[in-house]
């Protein structure tokens, strides 16, 4: 933890970026959640899930350094914004899915 309050869980944690998972590592630590919760998301026909993050507790998607993730991307620019909106359209069709009052 060294000067942190709490865990660091998410890369962005000590940017100023506030999200309510930060800290909040009871999620990860019961047993096989992180199977039962994402695995239905595992063999997506077109779409392939990559845990950016070689120390995470998730163990469904493959785990990549973000060199391998750079390497991977497409150097081309692309609309941020509209994709974004893409994501959410998506995203919203998903069982369960539930969105913070921003993407509402």
């Known amino acids: 933890m060294g000067q942190h309050k709490v865990p660091l869980t998410h890369y962005y944690q000590d940017k100023g970026i506030k999200h309510r998972g930060i800290g909040k590592i009871s999620w990860y630590t019961k047993p096989d959640r992180d199977i039962k919760e994402w695995k239905c998301y595992e063999d997506l026909e077109g779409i392939k899930i ?47 899915a539930q969105f913070s009052q921003e993407f509402k």
Request: net charge positive; aromatic share 12%; proline share 4%.
């Open 50 to 96: 990559y845990n950016v993050s070689m120390n995470s507790n998730l163990r469904t998607f493959p785990k990549i350094t973000y060199k391998q993730f750079f390497s991977m991307i497409s150097k081309d620019t692309y609309n941020q914004d509209a994709l974004r909106q893409s994501i959410i359209s998506t995203a919203k069709q998903l069982p369960n």
